[in-house]
């Protein structure tokens, strides 16, 4: 039967849209705000009234939110930073919560098996480089920031969703997802203005953002197919993952008929507990989410696959040979735009992050 090592273990397991520099920053009217092509507004804003002396505003303006962020982020940097270094979940606490939080906690359980997977920990820097601020006097009040690389100077920045719960309540982040290269990317209102917070089933939009996640979901899971009016565009993420897959998918059934000895699956699913989604300058949205997904490799009667001694997946197992079924778990954050439904056109995915959470097999 057919002998795998699957050496590109860091390609399939954690997906980042790998560095173009962040050179050519883009200067729109409100100031200098952009990485790659996301931008300000081009009009000229007025801030929000100051609120009545004496008196605390009931909703932060977005002024006073920016500045909250460029306090936060490099919090949620050190606690990263801080969690990392002594693989302890607990240290994320009170700035990183939610699937950041859980897939951290997961993470660290495989880097106790096998050290390898600490190479696979992506960190937000803790430079914001563009917030988009919520206007909503509601809570939960949701934002979501463009921040910096933290490895590397010119690195791919990561849109990140924060999350204030209450008005006595600390903005936290519950996942980050670095932004897609050679995408383009929407126009962001004018940080002292600050952007419409919209729910998941917001209408005015392509389609509501459940429904975009659930579309992005179905074509992860099952291709293209699964989009017969092409609404979704194509993105570095989906594209990556379904190499992956069919090299595996080519791997198995080595001089062997097409799945005569193995069939590969993943299926994805959105965690409709999580969801950030903020107006964009052209009336669309960028919206945050959170997928997971279950690949499964199904051995057909007779069939032994068996792994190189250096997998990182099957030192967490603790055996290299399967003879019925081989499983991974993946947790990602994804970041889409969707136009105006009077503007048209197609959902595009501008940015991911994927975390390997778990492996099994039999």
């Known amino acids: 039967m057919t002998r795998h090592d699957l050496r590109s273990a860091r390609k399939d397991s954690l997906m980042s849209t790998r560095p173009v520099g962040r050179r050519g920053l883009v200067l729109g009217a409100g100031g200098l705000l952009a990485s790659g092509l996301l931008a300000a507004c081009g009009a000229d804003p007025e801030p929000p009234p100051a609120p009545p002396a004496g008196k605390e505003p009931e909703a932060p303006t977005p002024v006073q939110t920016t500045e909250q962020f460029s306090r936060i982020i490099p919090e949620v940097n050190a606690a990263v930073v801080e969690a990392d270094e002594e693989r302890d979940a607990e240290k994320l606490s009170p700035r990183v919560s939610g699937s950041a939080a859980e897939f951290r906690t997961a993470a660290y359980?495989?880097?106790?098996?096998?050290?390898?997977?600490?190479?696979?920990?992506?960190?937000?820097?803790?430079?914001?480089?563009?917030?988009?601020?919520?206007?909503?006097?509601?809570?939960?009040?949701?934002?979501?920031?463009?921040?910096?690389?933290?490895?590397?100077?010119?690195?791919?920045?990561?849109?990140?969703?924060?999350?204030?719960?209450?008005?006595?309540?600390?903005?936290?982040?519950?996942?980050?997802?670095?932004?897609?290269?050679?995408?383009?990317?929407?126009?962001?209102?004018?940080?002292?203005?600050?952007?419409?917070?919209?729910?998941?089933?917001?209408?005015?939009?392509?389609?509501t953002p459940a429904e975009a996640l659930a579309l992005y979901a179905k074509v992860l899971s099952g291709g293209d197919g699964e989009d017969p009016d092409d609404l979704l565009a194509e993105n570095p993420f989906q594209t990556g993952t379904h190499e992956r897959i069919q090299t595996e998918r080519t791997e198995l059934n080595e001089g062997v008929e097409w799945d005569e000895a193995a069939t590969i699956h993943e299926k994805f699913t959105v965690d409709e507990d999580e969801f950030a989604g903020l107006r964009t300058e052209d009336g669309g949205a960028i919206i945050m989410g959170t997928l997971l997904s279950e690949r499964k490799v199904s051995l057909k009667d007779r069939a032994t696959m068996r792994y190189a001694e250096d997998n990182k997946y099957t030192k967490v197992i603790g055996t290299k040979e399967f003879t019925s079924e081989y499983i991974r778990k993946y947790g990602t954050h994804v970041a889409l735009h969707i136009p105006s439904a009077d503007a048209g056109g197609q959902v595009q995915p501008i940015g991911a992050t994927q975390t390997a959470l778990d492996a099994s097999g039999e």
């Open 109 to 207: 359980a495989m880097i106790e098996k096998a050290e390898e997977w600490a190479e696979e920990l992506r960190v937000p820097g803790d430079e914001l480089i563009v917030p988009m601020t919520s206007v909503s006097a509601e809570f939960p009040r949701v934002a979501i920031a463009l921040v910096e690389d933290s490895v590397e100077e010119d690195g791919v920045p990561y849109f990140m969703a924060l999350q204030q719960a209450d008005a006595k309540s600390a903005y936290t982040a519950w996942g980050w997802a670095q932004q897609a290269v050679g995408v383009e990317m929407p126009m962001v209102p004018n940080a002292v203005v600050g952007s419409e917070q919209i729910a998941a089933d917001a209408d005015g939009l392509l389609m």
